[in-house]
Each structure stands twice: as structure tokens, then as C-alpha cells.
């Protein structure tokens, strides 16, 4: 993608305030087309002074021009701040809501830490462009674009030279990026390494203290620094290089001015007010075109930044329901998987071709080793994941034909992880259901058996619960996961090992809970302690995301299988 490219899509952006963006922008060109006029004015007066004539009205109308100039410029600088401001805020919003929206092997894949620097740092980017565009950027151009032929229109000789200045700006500016293009994609690199290692670092706090890893962390940090310094130096020289060609071009451009001035004033061809003037006009070039090698330099370090965000951009861009996607509602229960498959990319993880049905009101354990494919399957039946092959079924109707909302509005789930966020231990139950009321929350978390441990904390339900939900224990923990699954009341269940963070007496208490919530509900159990999946109506063996066994529970403990040797290693076996 070109500089160009990249920087008219960035523009793109701004279409949201289309018409307050083109007012500010109109705004300062007119500011530009007073600044080239200012000079002139100021050789006008010269000139006056110099032949004696009335100085009031050209000098009454330069202040003029220099009061609105002032007063101008501070209203529009206001107004593009604000729109600047408005637009990233927007645009954070836009992005992180397609993000959280991608499914999670997009997330595995790209990484979390990744996609989130890769917006900060754009986000910043593009406003600083944004901000440029409207106070300076277009202006600069307009300014440019009328001071050479109003420069021709005074002399010629003279405005070569401005030319010749422009073109050197122009190669000395090439030259740079040419150099540098590598090197700053590489700086990119490193910010990511750096802001990726910054954040799993601190994600992980508690191994980081446990495994005295202090030290060593911090070390590599340092070490990935050094890296993104050693790449960036190179790039900053270059630049700094530049900016020196650039001052000795416009001062030796500024002394030859000064000198065929002087000499065409002293042969009678120019005025004195002309080579004022005309110096002024080359102020307003070197100002000019060194805003705009500020702006090349400014595209050029966002270029990298800006491709990897549009990347990420294009890659989420939000997925579209199918066309005449159908309401789900009302729904029974019955589930139905017909050859299913779906496989991790560069793994060997998944389901493959499965196969099996459960009538609304029934409850399904899930069994198997770690990595069975046991959660992949009931993330397929929220549309998680995709299917790659076969169909799933709620009620005779194929899910990948509904919207994601009302699938997902009829499921309620307690994953292993009670996914806890960082709010009060109320707005975490309320999660189940949005508009729920305070007693029906009350009412969901003693269901849970939680309320006895809510009531312990000096806020009770106000109680902050931090990062992760950190200041509550695991049981605490799994007990506000399964106080927003009840809230919910969806037809359909899934517990994944919903009672494994529980004491034995705790477990019991939520284990009658739980049963209250499965009546009439078709509950999915992916368990791992096998004494959960007793009173299940099916029992499923899953290995390598293959089914290997199904039945009921006595039918398989009885089978000899798979399933009848992990009871007995369990120690259950005895218990039939």
C-alpha cells in the first residue's frame, strides 16, 4: 500500500463528520489565502514608508488581517481538536465492538495482546492525522499551490529559486524513505514484542511473584527494548540528516534571494517593498515545506502502524448474518449434531464427524481426556466456532440459519474458567440477564448458594470483584457463573465442570441447585469429575474429537469400554 494509500483511507474515516470537517478544512484555506497576503501587504507599507505615500489604510488593513488571522485560527484549532477527539473515541468503540465480536480462533490466532496494541497505537495515529489534516495539511497544499504563481506574478528570477527549494525538500525527502522504509517497519515489530511481553507479564503477576521471575522479566524487557532502539536509532538519524539538508537549502536559498534582491533593487528592476515581500513569501515556503517533510515523515512512521490496523480492520470486518437469518424462539430443546466436523488451524485438535441427538428436557455428559474436543463441541453449538461439515440442529432447525443473538439468548453456560469481570459481583450475576431485577438477582444467587458469602462482604452484592474476579476464591468464583446461568433461565444448559471449584459441602448445596435448574431444560454436562455424570440420560466418550462410545450410564460402566476403565481407575466402578 502506497503513502497515499494510506493516508486516503485514513481520511476515510472522517466521512462520519463530513460536513463540520469540510467547514474547518474551508476555514483554513481561507486562513492560508490571508497568510500569503500578509506578506505582500507588509512590502506594500515598505514601499509606502519609503515614497512618503499615506501608510493608514494599507496598515489599518494588514492588523485586520492579522487580528482575524489570530482569532481564526484559535476557533478552528478548537473545532478540529474536538472532531479529532470525537472521531477516536468513535472509532475506539467501532473497532473494539467488531474485535470482541470475531470468533475465538481468530483471537488465538492474532492474539489478544496483539490486537490490542495494534488499535492503541493506531487509534493515535490516525487522530494525529486526522488533527493535521484539519488544521494544516490541506491548507499547507493551498498555500503552497497559490504562492508560486503569485511569486511568478512579482519576478521570476526570484521564484526559480523558491522552486529550486521545493525540489530539494522534495528529493532529500525521498531519499529518507527510501532508506528508512525497512527499518521502520521493523520498529513496528518490536513495539508489538515489547507491549505483548508487557502485558503477558503482567496478566500473570501471581506466577511471575510465585517463581521469582521479577528480575528476569524485567531483564527481558529491557533486552526487547534495546532491540526496538537499535532498530529505531538508524531511522532517526536518517531523519535528523534531512532536517539538516533541509536547513542548509533554505538558508542558501534565503542568501541568494537576499543577493539578485539586492541587486535587481540597486539596477532600478524591483522595489524595495518587492524583495520584503518576496522575503516573506520565502519564510512562508521554508514554514510550508517544512510542515509538509513534518507530514511526509508523519504518514511514513504511521505507515506501518496504519497497514497492520487495516489488516485487523479487513479481517474483522462484521460478520454478516445469512441472508433472511430466521429468530429462534420458542424453543424446546431438542439439540441434533449430524456429522460435525471442525479443526483448529496447524493442529490436530477438533471434532470430526459427529454424531448424536438429544430430546428437550434430557441431560448429556460429555466424557473424555483432556483435549477431547469436549469444550469445542459446545462451542460449536453456540456458533463460537463454525462447523467446517455437517449441520446442528435446535428443534429441526439448522443454527447457522439463525441470528447469533437468539441462538445464544436460549443457551446459558458455566464454563471451567466462572469468567469473572472486573465489576461488582452484582453487575457479574446480571450478566445472565441485562434488565433483571435487584430481588431477581438476590433471588438467582441464593439458588446458587451464594448469597451467604455476598453477605460476608462489606458491599455485598457492591462488592468490586477485580481483574479476573481475583478477590473472590475459585468456589466464590463459580458460584456467581452459575447465579448468572440460573438468571438467565434458558431452555438449554451447559455446565462445563460447573461444581469442580467447590468444596464437598458447598457442592452438594449447588448440586441441588443445579438439578432444580436441569429440570425441564436440556443440560449438557462436560465433566470431568465422573460422579457429576451419573443421573445423565446419555453419556458420550469423545477422544480425538471422535465419539467412541455412547450409552447410558449403567449401559457403558457395564460395557467394558473406554468409559467402564476410566471408572474404575476413578475408583467408581465399585459404586454400580
Known amino acids: 500500500m502506497s503513502l497515499f494509500q494510506v493516508y486516503m483511507r485514513a481520511l476515510r474515516y472522517l466521512a462520519a463528520y463530513r460536513f463540520k470537517v469540510t467547514v474547518v478544512v474551508i476555514a483554513n484555506i481561507v486562513l492560508a489565502v490571508i497568510t500569503i497576503a500578509e506578506p505582500i501587504l507588509f512590502g506594500r507599507i515598505i514601499d509606502a514608508i519609503s515614497e512618503g505615500g499615506d501608510v493608514t489604510p494599507i496598515l489599518i488593513l494588514w492588523g485586520g488581517f492579522g487580528v482575524f488571522n489570530t482569532v481564526a485560527f484559535v476557533l478552528v484549532a478548537r473545532e478540529a481538536d474536538r472532531l479529532a477527539h470525537g472521531r477516536r473515541a468513535t472509532l475506539l468503540t467501532e473497532a473494539f465492538g467488531r474485535i470482541i465480536s470475531m470468533p475465538l480462533t481468530w483471537h488465538h490466532q492474532r492474539g489478544t495482546s496483539n490486537a490490542l496494541h495494534t488499535l492503541l497505537r493506531a487509534s493515535e495515529t490516525l487522530f494525529g492525522l486526522w488533527l493535521e489534516f484539519m488544521r494544516t495539511h490541506l491548507a499547507t497544499a493551498v498555500a503552497l499551490a497559490l504562492l508560486i504563481p503569485t511569486a511568478f506574478s512579482m519576478d ?8 529550486v527549494l521545493g525540489g530539494l525538500y522534495i528529493l532529500i525527502g525521498k531519499m529518507v524513505m527510501s532508506r528508512t522504509k525497512e527499518g521502520q517497519a521493523s520498529v513496528e515489530g518490536h513495539y508489538h514484542t515489547v507491549f505483548s511481553h508487557v502485558s503477558d507479564s503482567i496478566s500473570n503477576v501471581s506466577v511471575v511473584h510465585s517463581y521469582n521471575r521479577i528480575e528476569s522479566e524485567t531483564r527481558a524487557l529491557k533486552e526487547y527494548t534495546e532491540k526496538l532502539l537499535a532498530a529505531q536509532y538508524p531511522v532517526l538519524d536518517w531523519w535528523a540528516i534531512a532536517s539538516a539538508l533541509n536547513r542548509i537549502a533554505s538558508t542558501i536559498s534565503m542568501l541568494i534571494i537576499l543577493i539578485i534582491g539586492t541587486m535587481l533593487v540597486q539596477q532600478g528592476e524591483l522595489k524595495v517593498g518587492d524583495i520584503i515581500a518576496f522575503i ?26 496504519l497497514e497492520d490496523f487495516y489488516q485487523l480492520e479487513d479481517s474483522v470486518q462484521e460478520r454478516e448474518e445469512p441472508k433472511g437469518a430466521a429468530e429462534l424462539t420458542k424453543v424446546r430443546g431438542d439439540v441434533e449434531f449430524r456429522n460435525v466436523s471442525f479443526d483448529f488451524a496447524n493442529t490436530t485438535q477438533g471434532v470430526h464427524d459427529v454424531s448424536f441427538s438429544v430430546k428437550a428436557g434430557q441431560t448429556i455428559a460429555i466424557v473424555g481426556p483432556t483435549g477431547a474436543g469436549k469444550t469445542t463441541l459446545i462451542n460449536l453449538l453456540q456458533r463460537v466456532h463454525e462447523p467446517q461439515h455437517g449441520q446442528i440442529l435446535i428443534d429441526g432447525t439448522d443454527i447457522s440459519k439463525v441470528t447469533r443473538n437468539s441462538l445464544r439468548q436460549c443457551i446459558a453456560t458455566v464454563f471451567q474458567d466462572a469468567g469473572i469481570l472486573n465489576r461488582t459481583i452484582g453487575e457479574n450475576i446480571r450478566i445472565g440477564r441485562e434488565h433483571a431485577s435487584d430481588e431477581e438477582i438476590i433471588k438467582a444467587a441464593e439458588a446458587a448458594a451464594a448469597t451467604e458469602f455476598i453477605e460476608s462482604r462489606l458491599n455485598g452484592f457492591s462488592t468490586e470483584v477485580g481483574e479476573r474476579g481475583n478477590r473472590l476464591s475459585g468456589g466464590e468464583r463459580q458460584r456467581i457463573a452459575i447465579a448468572r446461568a440460573i438468571l438467565k433461565d434458558a431452555p438449554i444448559l451447559v455446565l462445563d465442570e460447573a461444581t469442580s471449584a467447590l468444596d464437598v ?14 429440570k425441564d431444560r436440556t443440560t449438557f454436562i462436560i465433566a470431568h469429575r465422573l460422579s457429576t455424570v451419573r443421573e445423565a440420560d446419555q453419556v458420550l466418550f469423545l477422544d480425538h474429537g471422535r465419539i467412541v462410545e455412547k450409552g447410558g450410564y449403567e449401559e457403558l460402566s457395564q460395557l467394558g469400554g473406554r468409559f467402564a476403565s476410566l471408572l474404575q481407575t476413578s475408583g467408581l466402578l465399585a459404586d454400580n
Do not use: P
Open 280 to 305: 516573506g513569501f520565502a519564510g512562508l515556503l521554508i514554514g510550508r515545506l517544512d510542515q509538509m517533510r513534518a507530514f511526509a515523515t508523519q504518514i511514513f512512521e504511521a505507515r506501518a502502524k
Open 156 to 163: 521570476v528570477r526570484l521564484t526559480i529559486v523558491l522552486l
Open 505 to 518: 459441602e458447598t457442592e452438594a448445596r449447588v448440586k441441588a441447585a443445579i438439578d432444580r435448574l436441569r
